[in-house]
């Protein structure tokens, strides 16, 4: 028991599952699910479709922040990408044979070179992250839509645009298909992170730079890593996004997502601070945000008090991961349970 | 010496999960004292403090001071109570300057504005009363841990306290600071204070205690009057069992002197700006290379160029006659060098990590990052070194930060054992670690140097140096003055070549 | 210390000192008889904007006017820095895009005082009459209701609808919605199941009706968006939902993108309500004449009107933006 | 003495120097630039960001994060508006928003310290929170007419003939002398450091950090409701989507002005500056005049990437200059 509560995984669970009892309770055919077309359909799916770009970006983040840095220039990436595999599969830019190809070629090439570029300023240049990756953010937005001349590029009438949409909106086996990219991208990183000492560095260049640095780890290099990611995945997700309205709409793509980003990692259990990470529960954190978003309009709360609900629920959930909270909330109850484990300890102790 | 208790402890509990660090403690504290407080490594030394000045919570237990019984709620209200302490690990802000880490929170004021000049003339004097002169508005960090920790007791015996606790002050301190820091204490002794004092130098506790009191694996031993303890006994008291004579000397005089022995590393020429002034230096397999010197004259700059982790201004390293270009401390790794840096909190542990992560990320970072060791090979390696160093832990995962300061400098130096090196840098390697593991490790050390491996000892130990080191640099001012072999090392001689250079 | 004096400045006495800096330049000279015009635009938040903002900058280009233009990226403070940067420029005439109507007066005080005339693009600003020369643009409150009426129609007065509302707090979705509802009370059979907002954007227009598809399953007839691009959000919703857009629910949505025009024309949306970002002529027109002493209207009203799908196809090729 | 003097203060030195390399730059580049009133506009148009600033530099000193500042902006004067709108005292109204702000740093900061809930989150809800309840008072904005009001906002105080300030102007300068002096000869000040230092050696040094640390937050809600304020005063009217993203706005000033993020380093001079220095930035792409909508964003970044690097290699460089003559004596 004391296992499963001490795993990083364990609060955001309760957090959703509480989400999920309250709209069992609360919204009407909140788990109702059909099939449409040949694909499931239902709010449960809603969710798993719409949290894919967060979940992407939150595991970027989550890694990002393990070194102690942070990107607020993903929500940026996001509209430089949208914009550019756009531009490709409606032939603005380029002439290429097979568009959707190349759209995602470039698109994600993009996203590493912002990727690239942040990780220059941060882990060579020095600059602190927040105002090295801010540089991105203001300039990202003007860039894409420098890409697209400042207007919303519509991809209804493009050759490849039903194979477009089909990435962020089409189901495969009846589940989103952006589902299974979510799960193709969490199972290649957990294993860059499990199978290769890419955790334990960046667990240990987050907890002590200088003592990193003179293990023998390259921190500048792991750091300039993580931005890669982080930019692959803002691509990623921004190829999601656009490709889900089929165009890319580059004043509103990933507006403040970055927030929501960081506030996943944060649900996840994860120290903002950097050191010791769980890119899964990261994951678990952006369920709970878009869980909590569909809950909102499904509930048909209204839209001025939208932020007080948000509000409410951040606190709640940060409130109940503090041991220090639960302590002072149920005292009483942990104080026994405390002494009781202590003696069971000098018993075995003892014995 | 027979003052009524200023201070009593009575029955003291605190358990950690899985580690009982203290169990049924007594402790009692006389004014005008100074009381050795002595034990191994995680026998619980530093957890008493912590509960006497509440940073820890007190499981169970009575504390009285003046006969009035207290329950300490944190650093700040045991300060107010007067009790003012210098914790194990160095505790000030790195970020601050050297006046200010004294003052900070009974800042001297006037018109009702914090008064620098008077915080920096003041600390000024106090430095120099503990032979210290530097530039005390400087920030700390430019400093090394050795003024830090001086800055710390300044700090400490500043204030005007009942009671004094010093957890192991000395530990990087030489001879001569120790010196001061000694007189200081005697004189506070005699101004009606009582000192508590910890120390892994025995010979430190018989230069100054009163009264010594052991603990072993959390419970009390007993308390004895200094003058009444042998030192034998106080070491067998302290580790449980039969103690020998450390032996004077460890180090391998008898063999092969005249069989040249192997250059493995040779700097030649290398200055770096700023850290290290131009030397040359000959590092040879199968021996004990001691960098002798004094506070600040350049020793862990000199280690931490041949490491890699200083830039190199100019001059060449060779490493086995081949000339090699350490731009940072991975390259030397992967070239077989290790190093375990002096300061322990900012410089080696990472202190969320687990002992077994501690020890493998070293060997890791040589082996590279796809070279994955799997985790049971990790739990392996870790348990081995557990053993053969003894540290004392529950278990491989206990987070290194939960370790005692001893056994925290064990783990580190685990961590470059595993990665097999054949040169093997050791900054101050004994700081904090009790005497018997510390005569174990210095074995340990000469054995290592016995088969291929190099080894460069620096410690503020003389002792040490001269029982270990079969060849010895002498540094000061960041400058290398010159060797000593075999034969001529003595501590007369390297002090006269320190006092020769420093008349340049 | 700083002298203070009077809290209204002489505005004779201010405009002289301008004049005569100019004069110091010769080099200038020449240029003042074109005309000079800054225009603080809000910043980029949708098609529409863009749009607008396209406008403007081709026409100046067009009729060479010296345009100071500035992007205030969604904020007012940006927009008020704008303008003094302008009065400190001494242009001959300021057009603004406020981005909310209340806090303008000090900073008009200030470019009336330097006696720069001051004309309102596409939103209002509670100021007095006279810190402005003219207003240029178009009634929210009037698409709301114009909207009301063809969906009104569309639903043979009968129905339930679905609105999605613009930005929280944005004057265009609170008058837009204010002016649905209030000509909705006009027909009793008709009804707003749901309001939500959607942020003015195609993706939350589209989370947001994906939601409201499940939560009234079947009983949607219509749905109503504040701008064309959550309706074009909306539609893909509804066709994910395995219904179809403009059959089996009726979209009205404001504004006359391109995009909505495509969307009719394949038979998916019903109506947009045009809101004309194209004001470039008439904001310079009225400049100019502003410049050479004449009299403007207060209020300009942009030329504007309702598209259906019937009529889609031929208008397609002539929408601009 | 000046020496070391100047070699302390390196970093705002150089902040300082190239904020002037900017302004000079722009005035040879624009008419109409130079000119006393373009630098006095920049306090004016600049002095609610300057005052939330402050607070923000408060709190990333102390190793935390406040990135509520912008919706506590906007709230007060929503909330004053509305208010005022109701015919309550001006004054009453100000002492007022006074407290909420600072209540509401205060809360914050006890979810920090006493549950440790990250500040980066506390703060978000807070964020959230004040911004929800501008929408529930209205979703609409406010005009402000109270005469008190606006009598402030219109007031110019004039230093010279063509010269003036706002009253705004006077307000944000007392701050950042009030808290320089604060910051640097108080021990509140000085524990702000200290926390940012070291948290755990603050509190082992006796170092009160509890209350200092809730303070900061308390005081940052105190800035942001002053700034709002002052903005208030600025526009007139309270408005529900004013100042998103203000929280940028401050961290990065503050952190331009050579404030850490990682706490224990920075002052309000350079925060003050660094404010300045975005203000001129935008103050130059305005003057620019000719740049689309996305060339404005580019532009602006690249100003500030532009001006963080040259920061960072003058920085680093007289730092290696130090060393050397260090290493040369
Ligand atoms: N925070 C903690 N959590 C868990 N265990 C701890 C913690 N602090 C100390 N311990 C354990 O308590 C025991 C006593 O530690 P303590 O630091 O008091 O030893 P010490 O006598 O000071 O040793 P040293 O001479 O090495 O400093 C050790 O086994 C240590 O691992
Ligand atoms: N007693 C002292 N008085 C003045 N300055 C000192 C003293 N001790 C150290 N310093 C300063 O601390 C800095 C760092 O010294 P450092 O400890 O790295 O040298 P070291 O030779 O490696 O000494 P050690 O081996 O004892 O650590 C030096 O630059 C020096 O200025
Ligand atoms: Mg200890
Ligand atoms: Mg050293």
Redesign the interface.
Request: aromatic share 12%; charged share 10%.
């Given at each position: 028991m004391s296992r499963l509560t001490k795993s990083r995984l364990f609060w955001p669970i309760i957090a959703l599952v509480v989400l999920l009892l309250f709209n069992a309770v609360f919204t009407k055919n909140f788990f109702s699910i059909q099939i449409i077309d040949n694909h499931l359909y239902g709010n449960i799916i809603d969710i798993l479709k719409n949290v894919a770009p967060l979940a992407l970006l939150a595991i970027g983040m989550t890694l990002v922040i393990a070194t102690g840095g942070i990107d607020i220039s993903v929500g940026s990436v996001v509209a430089i990408s949208g914009a550019i595999a756009c531009s490709i599969i409606d032939g603005r830019i380029g002439s290429f044979n097979n568009t959707l190809l190349f759209a995602l070629i470039f698109a994600l090439l993009s996203g590493i070179i912002c990727g690239i570029w942040n990780g220059i300023l941060v882990a060579k240049i020095k600059i602190q992250p927040v105002v090295a990756t801010l540089i991105l953010m203001t300039a990202g937005r003007g860039i894409a839509q420098l890409i697209t001349k400042g207007k919303i590029v519509t991809i209804n009438s493009a050759s490849m645009v039903n194979e477009y949409y089909f990435i962020g909106a089409g189901y495969l086996l009846g589940l989103p298909f952006a589902l299974f990219i979510v799960l193709i991208v969490l199972l290649i990183v957990l294993a860059f992170i499990k199978r290769t000492a890419f955790g334990l560095f960046l667990e240990s260049l987050g907890t002590n730079n200088r003592s990193s640095h003179l293990a023998g780890i390259q921190v500048d290099k792991l750091k300039l890593i993580t931005y890669i990611i982080s930019g692959f995945m803002a691509a990623l997700a921004g190829i999601l996004i656009s490709s889900n309205i089929k165009g890319a709409d580059c004043n509103n793509a990933g507006l403040f997502i970055e927030l929501d980003a960081i506030l996943a990692v944060a649900i996840g259990g994860n120290s903002l601070n950097g050191g010791r990470f769980s890119v899964g529960s990261s994951v678990i954190g952006a369920l709970v945000i878009q869980c909590l978003t569909t809950t909102v309009y499904a509930l048909g709360v209204p839209p001025q008090t939208i932020s007080l609900v948000k509000a409410i629920v951040i606190i709640t959930i940060c409130l109940f991961q503090s041991n220090k909270f639960r302590e002072a909330i149920f005292g009483r109850f942990n104080y026994f349970k405390k002494s009781k484990d202590l003696l069971v300890k000098k018993g075995a102790q003892i014995s | 010496m027979t003052a009524k208790p200023l201070l009593t402890m009575r029955k003291i509990y605190k358990v950690f999960p899985g580690v009982k660090a203290l169990s049924d403690v007594d402790f009692t504290l006389r004014s005008g004292e100074i009381h050795a407080l002595l034990g191994e490594n995680g026998a619980g030394k530093s957890t008493l403090i912590k509960v006497l000045t509440g940073v820890e919570k007190l499981d169970s237990g009575q504390i009285e001071l003046s006969g009035e019984e207290i329950r300490t709620k944190s650093p700040k209200h045991a300060q107010e109570l007067g009790i003012s302490t210098v914790y194990q690990e160095v505790n000030l802000c790195a970020n601050l300057s050297v006046a200010e880490n004294i003052f900070i929170g009974r800042e001297p004021k006037k018109n009702g504005m914090i008064d620098w000049k008077t915080i920096n003339s003041r600390t000024k004097k106090l430095l120099n009363k503990l032979n210290i002169d530097i530039d005390v508005t400087q920030t700390l960090s430019h400093y090394s841990v050795a003024v830090q920790q001086m800055v710390a007791i300044a700090r400490a015996i500043d204030v005007e306290a009942k009671v004094l606790i010093l957890d192991e002050p000395t530990s990087s301190l030489d001879a001569t600071e120790c010196e001061k820091l000694f007189n200081v204490m005697n004189q506070l002794k005699s101004e009606g204070m009582g000192i508590v004092f910890v120390t892994h130098f025995l010979d430190q506790v018989y230069a100054v205690s009163d009264r010594i009191t052991i603990l072993r694996n959390g419970e009390l031993v007993g308390e004895f009057l200094a003058a009444e303890l042998p030192k034998l006994e106080l070491i067998s008291k302290m580790i449980g069992k039969g103690y020998d004579v450390l032996s004077e000397t460890i180090k391998n005089t008898d063999n092969d002197q005249d069989i040249e022995k192997q250059v493995y590393l040779r700097a030649d020429k290398v200055l770096s700006i700023g850290n290290i002034k131009e030397f040359t230096l000959d590092v040879k397999k199968s021996e004990v290379l001691g960098l002798a010197g004094l506070l600040g004259s350049g020793r862990s700059e000199t280690a931490r160029v041949i490491f890699g982790a200083d830039k190199v201004s100019s001059g060449t390293l060779y490493i086995k006659g081949e000339k090699v270009n350490l731009g940072k401390p991975l390259d030397a790794i992967k070239k077989g060098i290790a190093y375990c840096p002096e300061d322990r909190k900012t410089d080696a542990i990472l202190g969320n990590l687990s002992i077994r992560e501690n020890i493998i990320v070293a060997l890791q970072s040589k082996e590279g990052m796809f070279k994955f060791i799997g985790r049971k090979k990790q739990e392996e390696i870790a348990d081995y070194y557990i053993k053969l160093l003894q540290i004392k832990t529950p278990n491989r995962e206990q987070l290194i930060k939960n370790l005692s300061g001893g056994n925290q400098q064990k783990v580190i130096l685990a961590r470059w054992l595993a990665t097999h090196p054949e040169l093997l840098i050791l900054d101050e390697p004994t700081r904090g670690i009790d005497i018997g593991t510390k005569a174990e490790i210095q074995q340990l050390v000469v054995e290592l140097a016995h088969g291929e491996m190099a080894v460069i000892f620096i410690s503020s130990e003389m002792d040490e140096m001269l029982r270990c080191c079969t060849r010895m640099a002498v540094f000061s001012e960041k400058q290398k003055l010159g060797e000593l072999e075999g034969d001529e090392i003595s501590e007369q001689k390297i002090m006269k070549m320190i006092a020769g250079g420093n008349e340049r | 210390a700083p002298s203070s004096t009077t809290t209204a400045p002489a505005a004779s006495t201010e405009k002289a000192a301008p004049a005569a800096q100019e004069e110091a330049k010769p080099a200038e000279k020449p240029k003042n008889d074109k005309l000079v015009v800054g225009f603080a635009q809000i910043g980029q938040e949708s098609g529409w904007r863009d749009a607008e903002t396209w406008s403007i900058l081709n026409t100046a280009e067009e009729l060479g006017v010296d345009l100071k233009f500035s992007d205030a990226q969604q904020k007012q403070e940006n927009q008020i820095k704008a303008i003094r940067t302008f009065i400190q420029q001494q242009v001959d005439v300021i057009g603004v895009a406020p981005v909310v109507e209340t806090g303008w007066e000090t900073v008009f005080k200030e470019a009336k005082d330097a006696g720069i005339p001051i004309i309102l693009v596409d939103r209002r600003a509670d100021v007095p009459e006279d810190l402005y020369a003219a207003f240029i643009g178009s009634d929210f409150i009037l698409e709301g209701q114009n909207a009301a009426k063809e969906m009104a129609a569309l639903l043979g007065n009968k129905g339930s609808i679905v609105e999605l509302q613009g930005t929280v707090g944005a004057s265009a979705a609170t008058d837009r919605m204010k002016g649905f509802t209030d000509e909705l009370g006009n027909y009793p059979d008709m009804k707003i199941l749901a309001s939500q907002t959607g942020d003015f954007t195609r993706a939350k227009g589209k989370e947001v009706m994906e939601a409201f598809l499940k939560a009234y399953p079947g009983q949607i007839n219509g749905v109503y968006a504040h701008n064309d691009d959550m309706a074009l959000g909306a539609i893909e919703a509804i066709k994910d939902a395995g219904l179809k857009p403009s059959v089996d629910i009726k979209v009205v949505s404001i504004d006359g993108v391109k995009g909505i025009f495509e969307a009719m024309a394949a038979g998916e949306a019903n109506v947009t309500v045009e809101c004309n970002p194209l004001l470039g002529p008439q904001f310079f027109q009225a400049a100019q004449d502003l410049k050479d002493g004449k009299t403007v209207e207060k209020w300009i009203k942009s030329d504007e009107g309702i598209f259906r799908q019937e009529t889609a196809k031929e208008d397609l090729p002539n929408r601009k933006y | 003495m000046i020496i070391?003097m100047l070699k302390?203060n390196f970093s705002i030195i150089v902040t300082i120097l190239l904020f002037v390399v900017l302004f000079i730059a722009g005035a040879a580049t624009y008419?109409?630039f130079l000119?006393a009133?373009?630098f006095l506009?920049l306090l004016?148009?600049n002095a609610?960001l300057i005052i939330v600033a402050i607070g923000m530099t408060f709190v990333l000193i102390s190793g935390g994060i406040d990135i509520s500042v912008g919706s506590v902006v906007a709230f007060v004067c929503m909330f004053s508006?509305h208010l005022l709108q109701k015919g309550w005292n001006p004054v009453a109204v100000m002492l007022l928003s006074l407290t909420v702000g600072t209540f509401g740093g205060f809360i914050m900061g006890y979810?920090i310290h006493?549950?440790?809930?990250?500040p980066?989150?506390?703060t978000?809800?807070?964020?959230?929170?004040y911004?929800?309840?501008?929408?529930?008072i209205s979703?609409?904005?406010?005009?402000?007419t109270n005469p008190t009001y606006?009598?402030i906002?219109?007031?110019?105080?004039?230093?010279a003939p063509?010269m003036y300030?706002s009253i705004s102007v006077v307000i944000a300068l007392l701050m950042v002398a009030v808290t320089a002096?604060v910051l640097?000869?108080?021990?509140f000040g000085?524990?702000v450091?200290?926390i940012?230092?070291?948290e755990?050696?603050?509190?082992?040094?006796?170092?009160?950090v509890a209350h200092v640390k809730i303070s900061v937050y308390a005081l940052s809600g105190f800035c942001a409701a002053l700034g709002g304020i002052v903005?208030s005063f600025?526009?007139?009217?309270?408005?529900?989507?004013?100042?998103?993203g203000l929280e940028?706005d401050a961290?990065?000033s503050a952190?331009?002005g050579g404030t850490?993020?990682?706490g224990?380093?920075g002052t309000v001079i350079g925060s003050m500056f660094g404010v300045l220095i975005q203000?001129i930035i935008?103050?130059i792409?305005?003057?620019q005049?000719?740049?689309?909508?996305?060339?404005?964003?580019?532009?602006?970044?690249?100003l500030?990437?532009l001006f963080?690097?040259l920061q960072?290699?003058i920085e680093?460089k007289g730092q290696?200059v130090k060393?050397?003559k260090?290493?040369a004596v």
């Open positions: - | - | - | 070391s302390k008419k109409g000119n009133q373009v506009n004016i148009d609610y508006a979810m006493c549950y440790e809930v990250q980066f989150i506390a978000l809800a807070g964020q959230f929170l911004r929800g309840i501008c929408y529930v979703t609409e904005s406010i005009s402000i606006s009598f906002a219109n007031y110019q105080i004039r230093l063509k300030i002096i640097k000869y108080t021990k000085r524990n450091y200290a940012g230092g070291n755990h050696s603050a509190g082992l040094m006796g170092l009160p903005f600025y526009t007139l009217s309270g408005y529900g989507l004013q100042n998103i940028m961290i990065a952190v331009i850490l993020l990682t224990g380093v203000g935008q103050t792409i305005i003057f005049g000719n740049l689309s909508s996305w060339w404005t964003k580019v532009a602006v970044a690249a500030l990437c963080v690097v960072r290699v680093t290696s060393q050397q260090k290493a």
